[in-house]
């Protein structure tokens, strides 16, 4: 399994042997029965990064979800919006998040986030070990919360409960699980802030995400009720509880507090972000989405017109120059220069040519990879560090959640102002990344400050002021969407509860091959031209929920009937 931390994980008790006592072996010390917390914590922080990633090789949401945020195309079940509960995407994700017993495609068994947390918050609470029990409560929180926004109902009550002989959990109604998850915060905030607590153990570095620091916690807390909060703001009036959390300060209030899954370079263990295991796959399947390369470009005839985004040679890495042929000698099925991809959903002759070494990748941001410094080399295991975090709430994030909420009347307060400021952030968080993750070999600008990043957002606060309120909401949306490429699961909930940013649309004239200010060549090194009419199929229309995992279904006489993607509805959404 490409990435994992060497930390001990309990796996099941052995059978006892009768033998002479120098041959005992009841008792495995590379197997125990029960494991430290500080052994459990780890582990847990980085399997929730895994199986929220962009990863292409073990499956994670970001890998299909970025495919239907339209940030990523791909030839897989993921096109067309072709996720079925037998894909192994699903078939991963879930079991990282959910499993109790073995995890599909290893050659071990691993139990999954819910059931370490629980472990965590069960020994850590008898030992009064209360900090480790309150990170665990806001971890389940957060895990939980993304559960329920992708899938809809999911087991919670009897979830992770062998001990008690619930062998076969129920569904639970997204709603009624969504509301409990307030009060889990609460509690994990209580306890971490708990001083009569006797904690014989503290977390430290065995903390991957914060380092044990009871502050930050609390502030990533207070965040994540933030978001819950605003994700839920059409089904419930929600003005009193932001007001108070707004109020309080209490947030995430700088880039170094954003809530991140850490990652690292290949050393002794292979400990990059999943998302940067393109680089050096032996057939590379993942592109970047020419939607939105096409709205970073200023191609896009709806928004941020002829205004190109500066973080674009952060973002993607062409492994072409503007003049070079693909190296395959095969026609592009799109190219914009340098830009190869292919289109969301196309069942056109050149959707499936080899562009193993020609397709554009994600870059140094978000996952490791190479800044887009002009050198148009093949990509290799050597192109980056790969050791970029998987963002779960940044700072920007928040900036956004509290534009969105004053342009929707949630709250009173400057919205404009807001979204300056969380554009500013955003730039920010990219050069902050980059120094103190990624630390490349190569040399990368700093964007902040950049003259290139002003003209950026001065065309757009431009574009917001002669907008309507409605056209306002979709600009910081787009802008959110634009900051949070690589963690696909808050895009993929922001689009269907407020409908921005907008996704591409085959059936769209105005969005079809054609329709855009400027057209792209073609990818027939021959004879370029405009972009040739490309034909599309699709699956299904967009999917508002993703289909449960289906061995679940059939394993469970609990759960309930497969879901209709198409139609079936999170509880949030309006």
Not at 48 to 76: I, K
Not at 265 to 280: E, L, V
Not at 433 to 454: G, R
């Amino acid at each position: 399994m490409l990435h994992k931390i060497k930390f001990l994980i309990p796996l099941v008790a052995l059978l006892a042997v009768s033998c002479k006592k120098f041959l005992d072996v009841n008792t495995d010390p590379n197997n125990p029965v029960t494991v430290e917390v500080s052994k459990l914590l780890p582990t847990t922080q980085r399997t929730l990064g895994d199986a929220l990633s962009m990863d292409e090789q073990n499956g994670g949401l970001s890998e299909m979800l970025a495919v239907y945020t339209h940030q990523m195309t791909t030839r897989e079940e993921a096109d067309k919006y072709g996720i079925t509960g037998v894909d192994v995407n699903i078939q991963t994700a879930w079991s990282k998040l959910f499993s109790s017993t073995a995890n599909p495609g290893t050659s071990f068994p691993v139990y999954g986030v819910m059931q370490n947390l629980e472990d965590i918050i069960a020994k850590s609470t008898d030992a009064g070990n209360l900090r480790y029990a309150g990170i665990a409560k806001i971890l389940k929180a957060y895990t939980y919360s993304v559960a329920v926004d992708v899938f809809g109902d999911v087991p919670f009550s009897e979830a992770n409960k062998l001990k008690e002989g619930i062998l076969y959990p129920k569904f639970d109604d997204d709603a009624a699980v969504y509301e409990s998850l307030f009060a889990l915060i609460n509690s994990g905030i209580a306890d971490l802030t708990n001083t009569t607590a006797p904690n014989p153990q503290v977390p430290g570095a065995d903390d991957l995400m914060y380092s044990g620091n009871v502050a930050r916690w609390t502030k990533a807390a207070n965040t994540i009720k933030l978001k819950l909060y605003t994700q839920i703001r059409k089904v419930k009036n929600v003005t009193a509880e932001v007001t108070a959390l707004l109020n309080g300060g209490n947030l995430i209030s700088q880039t170094s507090e954003s809530f991140l899954v850490p990652y690292g370079p290949n050393a002794a263990t292979d400990d990059r972000n999943p998302g940067f295991y393109t680089y050096f796959a032996t057939q590379r399947s993942n592109h970047v989405s020419p939607w939105f390369y096409e709205i970073m470009k200023g191609y896009n005839p709806r928004i941020f017109t002829g205004n190109p985004d500066p973080r674009i040679k952060y973002y993607i890495y062409n492994q072409v120059n503007a003049t070079q042929n693909p190296r395959e000698g095969n026609q592009t099925e799109y190219r914009d220069g340098p830009f190869v991809s292919i289109y969301f959903g196309s069942v056109g002759p050149d959707r499936d040519r080899s562009q193993q070494n020609t397709i554009s990748l994600f870059g140094i941001y978000p996952v490791g990879g190479k800044y887009d410094d002009g050198s148009a080399t093949i990509a290799t295991a050597n192109s980056g560090t790969g050791a970029a975090p998987y963002r779960l709430i940044t700072y920007a994030d928040r900036l956004y959640l509290e534009a969105e909420l004053i342009n929707t009347g949630v709250i009173t307060g400057d919205a404009r102002t807001k979204l300056s400021e969380a554009m500013a952030e955003s730039f920010k968080q990219v050069d902050y990344v980059i120094t103190n993750y990624v630390k490349p070999a190569q040399t990368v600008p700093a964007l902040v400050s950049s003259p290139a990043v002003t003209t950026y957002t001065e065309n757009v606060m431009a574009e917001y002021d002669a907008a309507s309120t409605e056209k306002k909401l979709e600009i910081i949306m787009t802008q959110k969407w634009l900051s949070s490429v690589g963690s696909a699961v808050d895009q993929y909930t922001d689009i269907r509860r407020t409908g921005y940013p907008v996704v591409f649309d085959p059936s769209d004239p105005t969005m079809a091959p054609g329709g855009r200010v400027q057209p792209p060549i073609n990818g027939d090194p021959v004879n370029p031209g405009n972009q040739k009419s490309v034909p599309v199929q699709l699956s299904r229309t967009f999917a508002l929920a993703l289909p449960w995992f289906q061995t679940e279904l059939e394993s469970n006489p609990n759960a309930p009937e497969q879901k209709n993607p198409s139609t079936y509805k999170v509880f949030w959404m309006p």
